[in-house]
């Protein structure tokens, strides 16, 4: 490709490659900023499970017909950036059939317009995962698409605060004195009358949300920022319409629609912060497949939707493949991975009898189970229930600038009061126009925009280096924390079995050995195998034996690797004892004996120790709770230094840890990764799921630390440090700014031009200092 | 001045014609997606109707970029 041969490292990426230059997509390589994801990376999916949602009870969910055209939503995974996009849209939009094909590159979602009668879905996804990527029907959620509309709705609020404001500006500017050169006294009329005309869309279209914020606020009986902006615009509004039918007073539209475009623009910036990391991580919540295999009477297989699946009936789970459901296994041996759901490393031996739980993973052999529990009945379930009760329970973090707010909004009222009082003996003619210019000049414009422009700032920051807040009190509670939770499995380990050791047991070397192993699971599809990495040979007459290992030949000698007892039946020897307690042992040998113990394990991230220094020095108390009941969990604990480690225990137990800190005035930040997790993810203060973790756990975290790195979450916690910080000078310097002003205000020398001079600098000054946040240390 | 009385009609008008186009341009999703138009103009080059600028573009030594997966 362009121009020149470049080594693959799999099949999959082979192929993906030949199709994007077959199809004449090649500048794809030319202008990717970043490499792609490994295709054998993604889901897979079955191509039966794909032919699935040909039928038309499927697709009435999420595709809509006009006329001949049928028109989707699809999510896609597997982009890594904005070629990614283009190389979709111009792949797809040459295919027959395809009359539009738009990828919105900041939620994923790819909109496709096609004759579904020339071309079923089927065939477009197989497409899409031609060229690497995979797509799943994209159904919105209530809550994701009302999110969607409210910001359209403040998107358009801003617009139109915006453009009246400065057709407003003009014609109220024109009747100051500063500025009024010759303007008889019918124009002075006309143009208050049309300031009056273009600020009312602006006050009762645009200003809306502060008006309706105030009165839930005060029927709440709490003062805030909405109760002083809303005093400030209505007081503004109502005594310029007084001005503009007696043709007396001062005229302030203007101030009124900058503070709507101020206020409004930080509400906007928020938003679009939130609604992103929103689309980042509503995936789909996908625990559990969307299809299963049913057995009928005969035996016959059939692929059914899980919805159609009922409890009594019999479903056959392939290797690889999750249970639909809860169950008891009727026939087959295998192991199942429960580490999502019990934070146990290693795939559980699982036979005849055994109990199965909905979302875990057959790893091993085909398994048919008998359906006892579906749906809402399922283990699964029960921990997302027990979430929601967490969640309930979520202590709130007040924020900094409410309760400045408040504050600030007492001493303005009373010093209104008194200036009023003051005023009304003096030149009760005046009164009323001081203690307005007074109200309008202290606006809390800066005030309020001073933590929007800098959370917007650096969540900014935060997300280039790969740490994404999906809830706004990240960033100022993270400064309030003392206790950190940490999950084990997947959060302070990689949690994928690596290769830890190899022990030759004979004249072969530990390379040589290792070479053998890879060679024979390089043919296997067992999640073990990938731990073994790249064989220069390959092995021929692979033969998996579910729950015992592999058998092939290698240069013609005949290898097995596996359970002990399984390896030694080749040279009919006895099975040597496994000389560890922990990880997981398997057994190379030939025809004359054992030739090695291979060790795996599950590593430590390379970052954790970091993150565990970084914690200990800020003087917070570190607990390690785990799921995993194996001795890891405190070996673990032991070479990070953790004192607090336990082990076995289940969501409910860890969640009763989480309430045991609560209630001793502990404010806790929780890092997990598994569905075990979940509960304690939604009910600690401050939440962050690893960037592996299961969707469930994402949706639940207040961050989702997308690069994996712990790294980066040190790097957070000194972002937060600097937010604070500049929150505090913002609003100090808001604060300085209305202090100053209001004394002048209060001596009736405030008029609308220094008013508006005033607010539009002191809410400059404050983006600016905000904007200091968005200088980032390279990562 | 006398400008002034067809002018101020005119300027509302114009700022009604622009609310307008903004709330067409709002619902017809132009605002949802700020990061892929700003990409996509790298690919122009790609489009027939472009070709007259490849050649153009087509300088000396395009610089190599990452390795292919893995």
Same mark, same amino acid.
Request: aromatic share 6%; proline share 5%; glycine share 8%.
């Given at each position: 490709?362009?121009?020149?041969?470049?080594?693959?490292?799999?099949?999959g990426?082979?192929?993906?490659?030949?199709?994007?230059?077959?199809?004449?997509?090649?500048?794809?390589?030319?202008?990717?900023?970043?490499?792609?994801t490994n295709p054998e990376a993604l889901p897979q999916a079955l191509p039966d499970e794909i032919?699935l949602?040909?039928?038309?009870?499927?697709?009435? @969910?999420?595709?809509?017909?006009?006329?001949?055209?049928?028109?989707?939503?699809?999510?896609?995974e597997g982009?890594? &950036?904005?070629?990614?996009?283009?190389?979709?849209?111009? =792949?797809?939009?040459?295919?027959?059939?395809?009359?539009?094909?738009?990828?919105?590159?900041?939620? =994923?979602?790819?909109?496709?317009?096609?004759?579904?009668?020339?071309?079923?879905?089927?065939?477009?996804?197989?497409?899409?995962r031609?060229?690497?990527?995979a797509?799943h029907?994209?159904?919105?959620? /209530?809550?994701?698409?009302?999110? =969607?509309?409210?910001?359209?709705?403040?998107?358009?609020?801003?617009?139109?605060?915006?453009?009246?404001?400065?057709?407003?500006?003009?014609?109220?500017?024109?009747?100051? @004195?500063?500025?009024?050169?010759?303007?008889?006294? /019918?124009?002075?009329?006309?143009?208050?009358?049309?300031?009056?005309?273009?600020?009312?869309?602006?006050?009762?279209?645009?200003?809306?949300?502060?008006?309706?914020?105030?009165?839930?606020?005060?029927?709440? &009986?709490?003062?805030?920022?909405?109760?002083?902006?809303?005093?400030?615009?209505?007081?503004?509004?109502?005594?310029?319409?007084?001005?503009?039918?007696?043709?007396? +007073?001062?005229?302030?539209?203007?101030?009124?629609?900058?503070?709507?475009?101020?206020?409004?623009?930080?509400?906007?910036?928020?938003?679009?912060?939130?609604?992103?990391?929103?689309?980042?991580?509503?995936q789909l919540v996908n625990l559990l497949p969307a299809s299963c295999l049913r057995l009928?009477?005969?035996?016959?297989s059939?692929r059914i939707l899980l919805a159609?699946l009922?409890?009594?009936e019999q479903v056959l789970v392939q290797p690889g493949a999750l249970l639909p459901a809860d169950g008891v296994i009727v026939s087959g041996q295998s192991s199942v991975d429960e580490s999502l759901l019990s934070g146990e490393y290693l795939p559980l031996p699982r036979g005849v009898g055994d109990a199965v739980t909905a979302g875990t993973l057959n790893v091993e052999g085909p398994l048919t189970v008998e359906v006892r529990a579906l749906g809402?009945d399922t283990r699964l379930s029960a921990i997302v229930?027990?979430l /929601?009760?967490?969640?309930?329970?979520?202590?709130?973090?007040?924020?900094?600038?409410?309760?400045?707010?408040?504050?600030?909004?007492?001493?303005?009222?009373?010093?209104?009061?008194?200036?009023?009082?003051?005023?009304?003996?003096?030149?009760?003619?005046?009164?009323?126009?001081?203690?307005?210019?007074?109200?309008?000049?202290?606006?809390?414009?800066?005030?309020?925009?001073?933590?929007?422009?800098?959370?917007?700032?650096?969540?900014?920051?935060?997300?280039?280096?790969?740490?994404?807040?999906?809830?706004?009190?990240?960033?100022?509670?993270?400064?309030?924390?003392?206790?950190?939770?940490?999950d084990k499995t997947g959060t302070?380990t990689e949690g994928r079995l690596t290769l830890?050791?190899?022990?030759?047991?004979?004249?072969?070397?530990?390379?040589?050995?290792?070479?053998?192993?890879?060679?024979?699971e390089n043919r296997s599809e067992h999640p073990i195998a990938r731990a073994f990495?790249?064989?220069?040979?390959?092995?021929?007459?692979?033969?998996s034996v579910p729950g015992q290992g592999l058998?092939?030949?290698?240069?013609?000698?005949?290898?097995?690797?596996g359970q002990?007892?399984?390896?030694? +039946?080749?040279?009919?020897?006895?099975?040597?004892?496994?000389?560890?307690?922990?990880g997981q042992?398997l057994?190379?040998?030939?025809?004359?004996?054992?030739?090695?113990?291979?060790?795996l394990d599950d590593r430590?991230?390379?970052?954790?120790?970091?993150?565990?220094?970084?914690?200990?020095?800020?003087?917070?108390?570190?607990?390690?709770?785990s799921g995993d009941s194996s001795?890891m969990?405190?070996?673990?604990?032991?070479?990070?230094?953790?004192?607090?480690?336990?082990?076995g225990?289940t969501p409910?137990?860890?969640?009763?840890?989480?309430?045991?800190? =609560?209630?001793?005035?502990?404010?806790?930040?929780?890092?997990g990764d598994g569905v075990n997790d979940v509960?304690?993810l939604?009910?600690?203060?401050?939440?962050?799921a690893m960037g592996s973790a299961t969707d469930l756990a994402k949706t639940s975290?207040?961050?989702?630390?997308?690069?994996n790195?712990?790294?980066?979450?040190?790097?957070?916690?000194?972002?937060?440090?600097?937010?604070?910080?500049?929150?505090?000078?913002?609003?100090?310097?808001?604060?300085?700014?209305?202090?100053?002003?209001?004394?002048?205000?209060?001596?009736?020398?405030?008029? @609308?031009?220094?008013?508006?001079?005033?607010?539009?600098?002191?809410?400059?000054?404050?983006?600016?200092?905000?904007?200091?946040?968005?200088?980032?240390?390279?990562? | 001045?006398?400008?002034?009385?067809?002018?101020?009609?005119?300027?509302?008008?114009?700022?009604?014609?622009?609310?307008?186009?903004?709330?067409?341009?709002?619902?017809?999703?132009?605002?949802?997606?700020?990061?892929?138009?700003?990409?996509?103009?790298?690919?122009?080059?790609?489009?027939?109707?472009?070709?007259?600028?490849?050649?153009?573009?087509?300088?000396?030594?395009?610089?190599?970029?990452?390795?292919?997966?893995?």
């Amino acid at each position: 490709m362009l121009g020149e041969a470049r080594a693959m490292c799999c099949p999959g990426c082979q192929a993906v490659a030949e199709a994007i230059v077959d199809g004449g997509l090649e500048s794809y390589y030319q202008h990717r900023s970043e490499p792609s994801t490994n295709p054998e990376a993604l889901p897979q999916a079955l191509p039966d499970e794909i032919a699935l949602l040909d039928r038309a009870d499927v697709q009435q @969910p999420f595709v809509e017909h006009q006329g001949e055209l049928a028109q989707a939503s699809l999510l896609v995974e597997g982009i890594s &950036c904005a070629a990614c996009g283009w190389l979709i849209e111009r =792949h797809l939009r040459e295919l027959d059939g395809v009359a539009e094909a738009s990828l919105n590159l900041s939620n =994923h979602r790819l909109q496709v317009r096609w004759a579904d009668s020339r071309l079923p879905l089927s065939r477009l996804l197989a497409e899409l995962r031609r060229i690497g990527y995979a797509a799943h029907p994209y159904t919105p959620d /209530e809550a994701a698409e009302r999110l =969607h509309q409210e910001n359209r709705r403040t998107l358009r609020q801003l617009g139109v605060a915006g453009l009246l404001w400065m057709q407003v500006m003009m014609a109220a500017m024109a009747t100051w @004195p500063e500025f009024n050169l010759d303007l008889s006294a /019918e124009l002075d009329t006309i143009l208050r009358w049309v300031s009056l005309f273009l600020t009312t869309p602006i006050v009762f279209y645009c200003c809306g949300p502060f008006f309706r914020g105030a009165l839930r606020d005060l029927r709440t &009986c709490h003062l805030t920022m909405d109760v002083s902006v809303s005093l400030a615009i209505g007081g503004a509004y109502l005594a310029g319409i007084w001005s503009t039918v007696t043709g007396v +007073g001062e005229l302030y539209f203007d101030a009124v629609g900058m503070f709507a475009l101020f206020l409004l623009a930080g509400r906007y910036l928020e938003r679009r912060a939130r609604e992103r990391t929103a689309a980042a991580t509503a995936q789909l919540v996908n625990l559990l497949p969307a299809s299963c295999l049913r057995l009928d009477r005969d035996g016959q297989s059939e692929r059914i939707l899980l919805a159609e699946l009922r409890v009594g009936e019999q479903v056959l789970v392939q290797p690889g493949a999750l249970l639909p459901a809860d169950g008891v296994i009727v026939s087959g041996q295998s192991s199942v991975d429960e580490s999502l759901l019990s934070g146990e490393y290693l795939p559980l031996p699982r036979g005849v009898g055994d109990a199965v739980t909905a979302g875990t993973l057959n790893v091993e052999g085909p398994l048919t189970v008998e359906v006892r529990a579906l749906g809402d009945d399922t283990r699964l379930s029960a921990i997302v229930r027990l979430l /929601e009760r967490a969640q309930a329970d979520k202590p709130r973090l007040a924020e900094l600038a409410d309760r400045v707010a408040q504050w600030f909004l007492l001493v303005v009222l009373l010093a209104a009061v008194v200036v009023g009082i003051a005023w009304w003996q003096i030149d009760p003619q005046r009164a009323f126009w001081i203690v307005l210019a007074m109200l309008v000049a202290t606006c809390p414009c800066a005030l309020s925009l001073a933590t929007p422009t800098a959370l917007t700032a650096a969540t900014g920051s935060l997300h280039r280096l790969g740490l994404l807040l999906t809830r706004g009190h990240v960033l100022e509670g993270l400064n309030r924390i003392d206790t950190l939770i940490v999950d084990k499995t997947g959060t302070l380990t990689e949690g994928r079995l690596t290769l830890s050791s190899v022990q030759p047991l004979r004249d072969l070397d530990a390379d040589a050995c290792l070479a053998l192993a890879a060679a024979l699971e390089n043919r296997s599809e067992h999640p073990i195998a990938r731990a073994f990495g790249k064989a220069p040979d390959a092995a021929e007459h692979v033969l998996s034996v579910p729950g015992q290992g592999l058998e092939g030949s290698v240069g013609g000698h005949r290898l097995r690797i596996g359970q002990p007892a399984f390896v030694a +039946g080749l040279s009919a020897c006895t099975a040597p004892a496994i000389p560890g307690d922990h990880g997981q042992w398997l057994l190379l040998g030939d025809e004359q004996g054992p030739l090695a113990w291979l060790v795996l394990d599950d590593r430590l991230r390379d970052d954790a120790a970091a993150l565990v220094e970084a914690c200990r020095s800020r003087g917070w108390t570190i607990s390690l709770l785990s799921g995993d009941s194996s001795p890891m969990v405190a070996e673990v604990a032991a070479q990070l230094g953790i004192d607090d480690a336990r082990g076995g225990l289940t969501p409910d137990d860890k969640l009763a840890v989480l309430r045991g800190l =609560h209630e001793r005035g502990r404010t806790v930040l929780m890092l997990g990764d598994g569905v075990n997790d979940v509960p304690v993810l939604a009910g600690a203060d401050i939440s962050v799921a690893m960037g592996s973790a299961t969707d469930l756990a994402k949706t639940s975290a207040d961050a989702v630390l997308l690069s994996n790195r712990l790294g980066s979450l040190v790097q957070a916690f000194d972002m937060a440090r600097r937010t604070r910080r500049i929150i505090v000078e913002n609003l100090f310097w808001a604060s300085l700014y209305n202090g100053l002003v209001l004394p002048f205000a209060a001596c009736g020398w405030v008029t @609308p031009v220094w008013a508006a001079l005033g607010m539009s600098v002191s809410s400059l000054l404050v983006v600016l200092n905000a904007l200091r946040l968005s200088r980032v240390q390279a990562a | 001045m006398t400008a002034l009385y067809v002018m101020i009609p005119v300027a509302v008008i114009v700022v009604g014609l622009a609310i307008w186009l903004f709330f067409w341009a709002v619902d017809s999703g132009q605002y949802d997606d700020m990061d892929s138009p700003a990409h996509s103009i790298l690919f122009d080059d790609e489009d027939p109707r472009h070709q007259a600028g490849v050649e153009e573009a087509k300088g000396p030594g395009t610089s190599e970029r990452d390795a292919p997966h893995g």
